[in-house]
């Protein structure tokens, strides 16, 4: 059996609203040392500060230099068992170097070359994909083969095989996102392999996926369709419905009708066609969208989020830090930081030259164990 290091090292030490140090008091500490102990009045100011301090810190990482990096694993590393995916995490710089975007959430690009086929497996961890630019992937789930274009949104509850193909002769990269910190420090996690190589049958590359025949009809939900299983069942939400949403949206504002988050932005979420709740159980996912010139309100959250900049140009502000943000650039909000946008003028697919901001958090998390709290700088 492993040695058990001692966790806390206790010294008396001389401080308002601690006892006085004596000989007796350090042999009571020490006498806590040895029975592994650890005395509350030490330790409150850190267990029970006034407001969150996350061990996550705000960051940016810039999308041409993710693109440019993973390009070059596309030509180094395959992808086969073993390491599944090539995958490329970010890892918090505060966070011990671990491959944890936030605490709760893992954000990472996935590159797949032509031609090529990410393995088959399944975990209890949620996922989802999101497009920021490409296509001609298709991930199969359960057997669906499922496109992947730019603006799509592809969640996949846990649990679910899963492999993808590449049926084009270009690579392509997109954002995955999961709670494996979350699970990884509720120790509640299982994986298991799959097919080696997924079927003729399911190498196919439909325009629309079953579940979205199924699913994929706005306000619409099929009759006789059961559904059981956790997370949502529509598993592609396309770009067209959400740019017509939020487009809408901003229109309608400037014909004098309530309707979007503040003046100027625009947001929508994405949620279960069968009883409206988030996609998925342990992570909520948006889009939101700036006019141009607009600036947001500062936020404060609990829990923490991770952005990519969809489209458009920007400067972000994350507590006491401000970055100039552009197309696919990603960054990390921790709990409790308050966080602002201002769009600008650039570069920018969409008429309205618009900042566009895809957006995934751990609020159904935070809600469930009614932990969320948010607090508006007015």
């Known amino acids: 059996m492993a040695a058990i290091d001692t966790p806390v090292q206790l010294k008396a030490v001389a401080a308002p609203g601690q006892p006085d140090v004596t000989p007796e008091l350090e042999q009571l500490y020490q006498g806590f040392e040895r029975e592994l102990l650890v005395p509350l009045w030490t330790e409150i100011g850190d267990l029970m500060p006034a407001h969150p301090r996350s061990r996550a810190v705000p960051h940016l990482w810039k999308w041409d230099n993710l693109v440019r990096l993973a390009d070059e694993a596309g030509h180094l590393v395959p992808v086969g068992r073993g390491g599944e995916r090539r995958a490329i995490a970010l890892a918090n710089p505060s966070l011990g170097g671990r491959p944890f975007a936030t605490p709760t959430l893992w954000a990472a690009i996935q590159y797949l070359m032509p031609g090529e086929d990410a393995p088959e497996h399944r975990h209890t961890q949620h996922a989802f994909r999101f497009v920021v630019e490409g296509s001609g992937v298709w991930t199969v789930v359960g057997g669906d083969a499922v496109p992947m274009n730019r603006g799509d949104f592809l969640p996949q509850a846990g649990w679910n095989w899963h492999a993808h193909h590449n049926a084009s002769d270009r690579p392509m990269a997109w954002i995955d996102g999961l709670d494996i910190p979350l699970q990884y420090v509720t120790e509640a996690q299982f994986f298991e392999f799959g097919r080696d190589e997924i079927s003729d049958a399911e190498r196919i590359t439909p325009r629309y ?162 932990l969320n709290r948010t607090q508006i700088d007015k």
């Open 209 to 370: 996926s079953r579940s979205e025949r199924i699913w994929g009809h706005p306000g619409l939900r099929p009759v006789g369709v059961a559904h059981t299983t956790p997370g949502s069942p529509l598993l592609a939400y396309k770009w067209e419905h959400t740019n017509r949403a939020l487009a809408d949206q901003l229109e309608l504002e400037k014909q004098g009708y309530a309707g979007t988050v503040e003046p100027g932005h625009a947001a929508v979420r994405y949620s279960n066609p069968h009883d409206g709740s988030d996609v998925l159980p342990t992570i909520r996912a948006e889009f939101h969208r700036v006019a141009r010139g607009a600036e947001t309100t500062p936020v404060c959250e609990t829990g923490s989020s991770v952005y990519q900049v969809f489209d458009g140009s920007g400067t972000v502000t994350v507590g006491e830090v401000s970055w100039s943000v552009t197309r696919g650039d990603l960054f990390v909000v921790p709990s409790w930081q308050a966080f602002s946008v201002r769009s600008e003028a650039g570069s920018s697919d969409s008429d309205s030259g618009a900042l566009d901001l895809f957006r995934f958090c751990d609020a159904p998390v935070f809600e469930a164990l009614q």
